[in-house]
């Protein structure tokens, strides 16, 4: 059994479905319109988008203007996963992403959990994305004079989490904080009840997810246009705000550059790189580009080069015209604006948060149905949903169901948890693309228009494993000693377990840098993935052992879907018993 978890599904085999006309039995395919410029758009709506507008302003504030070097991080870690997503959809030009990647490098049952794990970053990351969009766009008609009942544009479990915590900073005597959660109290107390439950939900959250499922169901051609559109929008506001900004700059404000030291700037790490996923998506659309093998690595390149470049503006705009400690709002980006008398910003970047976050939400809706399109066409989803509509060319069943997916959890659940599980996810995916690229044979003859540089780290990575102890001894003394002594130099008060279970994820990441320096310097492995590998797994590691708890809880239920069905309906598993 334990071989069969692993078969694989050969790169020639999947590129031979495709040249075959891989279609889904009904003598119906895909539309191939897309071309780099809307893929790189494509990149630019995914990227820009409810990071920019929503969860860069608690990184400022946890950072202070030093959080630009967390987005260098970031990008780095996506530069060098961007670099091997670019080569698995040269080798591999088809709908599906790290599923259809892990499925040539790794085997079937990778391929399963990664496909699982992408669920994760597409259908839970747009309910991130919705309940965001909802925010937005209340916002923005408040500025403009009408207001939306706030039970009816607000999910039930961020009201009541965010009761809890006005009852529990009162209790503590902790007025200052209790005022932050003020207004979600409120809400709780005046909204209708049924029986002695409020009656709180997110119509507007639901409402854009049912318009822009309508949009990708219809067609790629519909999507890409309004995708470039919405795409020129937001850039043009962003320059925009980046040129009137860097006017109003004062530069006292970027003193001290790193407020909170280096641990403030990681703090950070899950709302800066939720901000950057999606540049990723752009490779489930393969089977609808005109020249995948050319264009797809371009638009990735293109995109995350100018996404990178525009969040650094940003973040030193947003932190020299304000002090970072005021960046701790829903608004902060309107905010920065009011406090220089800019009024009239404020509702042209609320209209862009609407604008850019509906971007958003349209490119994960079209990655996640083509995912589980190729999922099915392996078998390890029912055939249902590798259907494509005989009219509109698109997966039909699978956008219906990625709506359903999307639209009734943003009804009520609190954006903060499965922002964190989205990133997580992704991370995850990246850790495997990289790893992939590892494993594929690099003397093999293909078609493809890109490769991963190589360069041998068999004694590069050692040499930066050594310079990076040495630099953390001479920088801070006690770190090894506090970390391996499991001690919490800013709680000491802390027991020993306590801080052993939050520094799980860390002991996890030891292991692995060793293990993979080692099988790196046997196998001569190339240097880029390594280091992909390594910094996207570091990453990870800086979400909580918490998250990482969830996530492999819900790892543990794809599997059981797995070994339910998926297993015994592969058609890589039937052939090899035919």
């Not at 119906?28 to 920019?52: C, P, Q």
């Not at 929503?54 to 970031?74: Q, Y």
């Not at 002090?323 to 404020?346: H, M, Q």
Request: aromatic share 14%.
């Amino acid at each position: 059994m334990a071989r069969n978890l692993f078969r694989k599904k050969s790169i020639e085999k999947i590129v031979a479905d495709a040249a075959a006309g891989l279609d889904d039995g009904h003598g119906v395919s895909l539309n191939k319109v897309l071309g780099v410029r809307d893929l790189t758009a494509l990149g630019i709506a995914a990227v820009i988008g409810a990071g920019i507008f929503s969860t860069v302003g608690k990184a400022c504030f946890d950072g202070g203007p030093g959080v630009i070097f967390l987005f260098m991080i970031c990008a780095v870690a996506c530069a060098f996963s961007a670099l091997c997503y670019a080569e698995f959809a040269s080798r591999i030009p088809m709908s599906g992403s790290a599923y259809t990647y892990s499925y040539a490098a790794f085997g079937e049952i990778i391929a399963w959990i990664i496909g699982w794990d992408l669920v994760m970053e597409y259908a839970v990351g747009n309910i991130t994305v919705a309940i965001s969009w909802s925010g937005n766009l209340t916002s923005f008609l408040h500025n403009i004079g009408l207001h939306i009942p706030d039970f009816l544009c607000t999910s039930f479990f961020e009201v009541k989490n965010g009761n809890t915590q006005y009852l529990e900073k009162i209790a503590g005597h902790d007025m200052a904080g209790a005022a932050d959660f003020l207004n979600l109290h409120n809400i709780w107390i005046n909204a209708p009840h049924i029986g002695s439950v409020p009656f709180i939900i997110n119509i507007p959250a639901l409402a854009i997810t049912v318009f822009i499922t309508y949009l990708v169901y219809v067609g790629i051609k519909e999507s890409r246009r309004a995708s470039n559109l919405m795409v020129l929008f937001k850039l043009l506001v962003v320059v925009a705000v980046i040129a009137v900004g860097f006017y109003y700059v004062n530069p006292a404000n970027w003193v001290p550059f790193l407020p909170n030291k280096f641990a403030g700037v990681m703090k950070g790490v899950s709302a800066v790189f939720f901000a950057y996923i999606g540049f990723d998506a752009i490779s489930t659309t393969a089977e609808e580009c005109k020249n995948p093998q050319r264009d797809l690595p371009r638009g990735m390149f293109y995109s995350l080069i100018i996404c990178t470049i525009l969040y650094i503006l940003i973040a030193l705009v947003l932190t020299g015209m304000v002090n970072y400690s005021k960046l701790n709002t829903s608004d902060f980006l309107a905010n920065a604006f009011n406090e220089r008398g800019l009024n009239i910003f404020g509702g042209i970047i609320a209209l862009s948060a609407v604008v850019a976050t509906t971007s958003v939400l349209l490119v994960f809706q079209i990655g996640q149905p083509r995912i589980w399109m190729s999922m099915s066409r392996d078998g390890l989803l029912p055939p249902r949903f590798s259907r494509l509509h005989p009219k509109y060319h698109t997966p039909s069943f699978a956008t219906i169901i990625t709506g359903l997916v999307v639209g009734i959890p943003s009804l009520f659940l609190d954006s903060a948890i499965v922002t964190d599980l989205c990133s997580i996810g992704t991370l995850f995916a990246f850790v495997l693309v990289c790893g992939g690229i590892l494993i594929l044979p690099r003397t093999d003859k293909h078609s493809g228009k890109f490769r991963v540089p190589y360069i041998n780290g068999k004694y590069l990575v050692p040499l930066i494993l050594v310079a990076a102890v040495i630099f953390v001894q001479i920088q801070f003394p006690y770190f090894f000693k506090n970390f391996f002594g499991l001690i919490d130099a800013g709680q000491p008060n802390l027991s020993k377990a306590a801080v052993l279970h939050e520094r799980i994820p860390y002991f996890a990441f030891t292991l692995l840098v060793l293990a993979i320096t080692v099988a790196g310097f046997i196998k001569n492995y190339s240097l880029i993935p390594v280091l992909g590998l390594i910094s996207c797994f570091y990453l990870m590691t800086e979400l909580g052992t918490t998250n990482w708890l969830r996530f492999i809880i819900w790892l543990i239920i794809g599997l059981i879907v797995y070994f339910t069905y998926s297993y015994n309906n592969s058609k890589l598993g039937k052939e090899a018993h035919s």
